[in-house]
């Protein structure tokens, strides 16, 4: 995200959360996404619905503050911390997507983990997507349970409470996050209809291999 100008990266958080809310990923002002930008991080303002958000209303934050302090005419999403915790941890990560889309927050619900119903889990970084223990929404804690949940994955599940996908620009993070609520979709009904079978862990490293290039980058 260096190499792009702030005007051209705040376009292009406005365009992922107009596309998350397009895609039903996201209903009303649920949902956010963060991108790093030099030393800062740009995030999603708070209750401002995708159709109404417009470049100049994205929060800017310091990733190395410890304050919460933010630049802008809103304040950034409440979900601010994990995104920034993400950031800091992550150095390959330059977006994180927060989607509280239908399929992925009925497992998160019943804090299901997704086994590897499917060969598509392996964009993920691995055989499972993980459910992090509950936190409440905003809290530290919350962040915590996030980043263990994300440990080697790009994507988890929040209990009780949704979803999270990382990757190196917001379009694959977006992708990912599409991805994932076709693949709770996909357990769920085969929940209801059977007991799914789990591909092995050969199975979705050998499909691991063929993800290098595919998806939206």
Request: charged share 20%.
């Amino acid at each position: 995200m260096n190499t792009t100008s702030e005007r051209a990266a705040r376009e292009a958080l406005v365009e992922t959360m107009r596309e998350m809310g397009a895609s039903g990923l996201n209903r009303g002002t649920s949902g956010n996404v963060s991108l790093r930008f030099g030393s800062a991080m740009l995030v999603s303002p708070s209750a401002v619905p995708p159709a109404e958000l417009t470049p100049d209303l994205v929060a800017k934050m310091d990733l190395d503050d410890e304050t919460g302090a933010w630049t802008g005419p809103r304040p950034p999403s409440t979900e601010w911390r994990f995104h920034r915790d993400i950031l800091r941890a992550r150095g390959e990560v330059n977006a994180v997507v927060h989607t509280h889309s239908p399929y992925v927050t009925v497992l998160a619900i019943l804090r299901r983990e997704i086994p590897a119903v499917h060969y598509m889990i392996a964009g993920f970084g691995g055989s499972t997507i993980r459910c992090s223990d509950y936190a409440t929404f905003g809290t530290e804690a919350l962040s915590r349970a996030a980043l263990s949940a994300l440990e080697g994955r790009n994507g988890c599940l929040l209990a009780n409470h949704g979803s999270i996908t990382v990757a190196p620009t917001p379009a694959r993070a977006l992708w990912l996050a599409v991805e994932l609520e076709t693949l709770a979709f996909q357990y769920h009904q085969a929940l209801l209809a059977g007991e799914p079978v789990i591909l092995s862990d050969e199975a979705i490293a050998e499909a691991a291999a063929k993800f290098a290039d595919y998806g939206r980058r």
